[in-house]
């Protein structure tokens, strides 16, 4: 195999991606793919240094009974940079929603990588269809440019949820709604609602279930994924509030209730090292137990208990696609911990279950991890695990 025409990377470091050894079966097919087709090709190495107009177009030489040279002839042209990039499609998302999620901006030298990355992000936004996501360079070769056009496919991504059923303790049932592309702030801009304000990616949860006077929750969330607009540093918060009690039929009057109040704050940040796909959140939590006369999970089961704790979880997530994931991994170690408090105070405990229990101590670590790799097309192997 010889190469002609290359400058920008020697002919061993184009052997080596090539990856086509002397003496290995000729296959047409398969030295396109190589230059071309594969995610690790020839070209992507000039295709990520803004080389958008490389060609390397392979000739047949010497054909001499069972063997045959090949030349490659690489036309390397100019660096690519990037003129403007159009976003068509986005129905209900707001354009600045988008545009931050993209990592191929005007002025910048064209990266196939970030192209890629680009497309990933937008579809972890859950608000396009993935499978349909596709962006389109447009070359100038007058002036050795390139536009990009992003062709988004809107889908809709608010959830309403209505179950029922009949278990131990009579009917169940639960509904709940969940807007995933909310905007706060167009709340009294009535022409945005639909049927409430949308566009800016955010969101907005509210559910409730109960089992009749066995046992009700209510809860309401709100997570802003880009807090300020100009970092992708996430805020949530979430209000919860459940009631138990001994009730085991709709006729039985409860003599014994459990209720607990908890709210939470989290704070959540990329990562740029070790790489960008880290992300590192902080959740503060309390929750206060309320209980009158239920004795079934504790000692205890009268007064208030409370639980305050720092939820650290460290995460990489590099799917390439959420909906339908065909390789890449999903991490993420998770540690909660409330206060010492038997370390600082020598009464904590004091031989007393209320006692310990006034503000309980704990700490909980969750470790998961996934993995997918494609097989073959379309077919994907997963491995998971869980501590």
């Known amino acids: 195999i010889e190469w002609v025409g290359n400058t920008v990377y020697t002919t061993r470091q184009l052997d080596r991606m090539l990856d086509i050894k002397s003496g290995d079966i000729y296959n047409q097919e398969y030295l396109e793919e190589r230059l071309y087709g594969a995610e690790n090709a020839v070209g992507n190495l000039y295709y990520d240094q803004g080389y958008l107009f ?42 600045h929603t988008i545009r931050r999620e993209i990592r191929t901006l005007p002025g910048q030298l064209f990266s196939r990588t970030d192209l890629i990355r680009s497309v990933r992000e937008l579809a972890s936004m859950g608000n396009f269809d993935p499978e349909q996501l596709s962006p389109v360079p447009v070359p100038n070769y007058n002036d050795g440019s390139v536009d990009i056009q992003y062709n988004l496919v ?5 959830m309403f949820e209505l179950s029922g059923g009949w278990g131990m303790w009579g009917f169940m049932a639960q509904v709940g709604i969940s807007f995933n592309n909310f905007s706060m702030q167009n709340i009294l801009k009535p022409k945005s609602w639909d049927p409430l304000p949308m566009g800016d990616a955010q969101k907005f949860s509210i559910s409730a279930r109960t089992q009749g006077k066995r046992y009700q929750l209510y809860s309401i969330s709100f997570v802003e994924p880009w807090l300020g607009g100009t970092k992708p540093n996430s805020f949530s918060t979430s209000v919860y509030y459940s009631r138990m009690t001994d009730a085991y039929t709709f006729k039985d009057k409860p003599t014994a209730t459990f209720n607990v109040l908890g709210v939470s704050l989290g704070f959540g940040r990329k990562l740029k090292w070790p790489d960008d796909f880290f992300v590192l959140s902080h959740v503060v939590g309390f929750d206060r137990y309320l209980m009158d006369d239920y004795q079934y999970y504790i000692k205890v089961g009268n007064g208030a208990y409370n639980i305050v704790s720092l939820t650290n979880t460290l995460s990489r997530n590099s799917t390439d696609n959420p909906l339908y994931t065909r390789k890449g991994s999903d991490l993420s170690l998770s540690i909660k911990a409330t206060p010492p408090y038997s370390f600082f105070f020598n009464s904590w405990d004091a031989g007393s279950d209320e006692n310990m229990y006034k503000w309980a101590e704990l700490y909980k670590i969750d470790f998961k991890a996934a993995w997918y790799s494609e097989i073959v097309r379309n077919l994907v192997i997963s491995a998971r695990f869980q501590y």
């Open 154 to 158: 809107e889908r809709p991504s608010d």
């Open 54 to 95: 490389f060609q390397a177009i392979p000739q047949e030489m010497n054909i001499d009974g069972d063997s045959i040279d090949v030349r490659v002839v690489i036309t390397e042209g100019p660096q690519a940079n990037i003129n403007s990039v159009q976003i068509y499609g986005n129905t209900r998302s707001n354009e």
